[in-house]
């Protein structure tokens, strides 16, 4: 039995998402993400205006009259959703924590697969694969997606990315759009996302708190790893750490922004403190502006 927060949790995130596919990315997503060609549907009589390269030479040969072939776009794609659940995704400064903007960004990708009659999947992954639902169309399978999201309690703290990459490629064996939601904190998986990159179409969305990029002045502060549970006890009130802080984690920003770019992965970047509407619609423009 499903608790009454968690349905009203789940009313609530269709309730917004909804009004974003429907007003704000209106046909954007359809633009950037084409169906997989020209599919045969049928043969008719050849019409004046019509291409000649479409004419079906065995059909005018047996008719004694010209025929040609009528193509529609294979439209039919399939969304699959990578999302870390791992003891990191529990953290937040703001308003929400990192899992949760996770969630509702699934939600949007989710339900603009669906308004263009797609198929939408999801895998959940710690350091393990903990969940799988196989890509199906409909709103009630968008629903039920949410749901996992929301009422899913992961048994392991840890993150491995190439964990689920390679499980993907194990259920998933025509080429898909997929969403791989993460923090990123992690390690050993560029090889991983290069094999993922040849077969998918593969977009990376790295969701971060601010805290974790610059400490504030706060005095001594004892920090726990959340997937390790380490502690260390930091003085932010000096200027040096907190230096040394920042610029370590911009590093580490940097080398992943940088090895997205080598691997030819589209990426978006959300951030807690801010809406991340816009980065997405940014991300649909840009992306469209290549095709």
Not at 176 to 183: C, E, G, M, T
Not at 185 to 204: C, M, N, P, T, W
Not at 281 to 291: G, P, T
Request: with cysteine; charged share 30%.
């Amino acid at each position: 039995m499903i608790p009454k927060e968690i349905l009203k949790k789940v009313k609530k995130i269709e309730l917004t998402t909804r009004h974003i596919v429907n007003d704000v990315f209106a046909g954007e997503y359809h633009s950037v993400f084409k169906g997989r060609g020209m599919e045969f549907a049928e043969v008719r009589e050849y019409q004046i205006g019509d291409d000649i390269r479409t004419i079906d030479w065995n059909v005018t040969a047996r008719q004694g009259q010209p025929f040609v072939k009528i193509f529609n776009e294979e439209r039919e794609l399939t969304v699959m959703l990578l999302v870390d659940a791992s003891s990191s995704g529990e953290f937040g400064t703001v308003d929400q924590m990192k899992g949760e903007i996770a969630t509702e960004i699934c939600a949007l990708l989710a339900f603009s697969a669906i308004k263009n009659n797609d198929k939408v999947g999801l895998i959940i992954f710690t350091d393990k694969v903990e969940k799988y639902v196989p890509p199906k169309k409909g709103k009630q399978h968008v629903l039920r997606v949410i749901r996992e999201l929301l009422y899913f309690q992961p048994e392991d703290n840890k993150t491995n990315i190439s964990c689920a990459l390679e499980h993907l490629s194990h259920v998933i064996k025509r080429k898909s759009i997929v969403f791989l939601v993460s923090d990123f904190i992690g390690s050993d998986y560029e090889k991983s996302l290069r094999v993922a990159r040849q077969k998918h179409d593969l977009v990376a969305v790295t969701v971060t708190d601010p805290r974790e990029l610059s400490l504030p002045d706060i005095g001594f502060v004892e920090l726990e790893d959340a997937e390790t549970g380490e502690l260390m006890l930091v003085d932010t009130a000096h200027p040096a750490v907190r230096e040394m802080f920042a610029s370590e984690t911009n590093e580490e920003k940097n080398l992943r922004i940088k090895m997205f770019r080598s691997l030819n992965i589209d990426s978006i970047d959300i951030m807690t403190d801010r809406p991340y509407i816009k980065p997405i619609i940014d991300f649909f423009k840009k992306r469209a502006s290549r095709h």
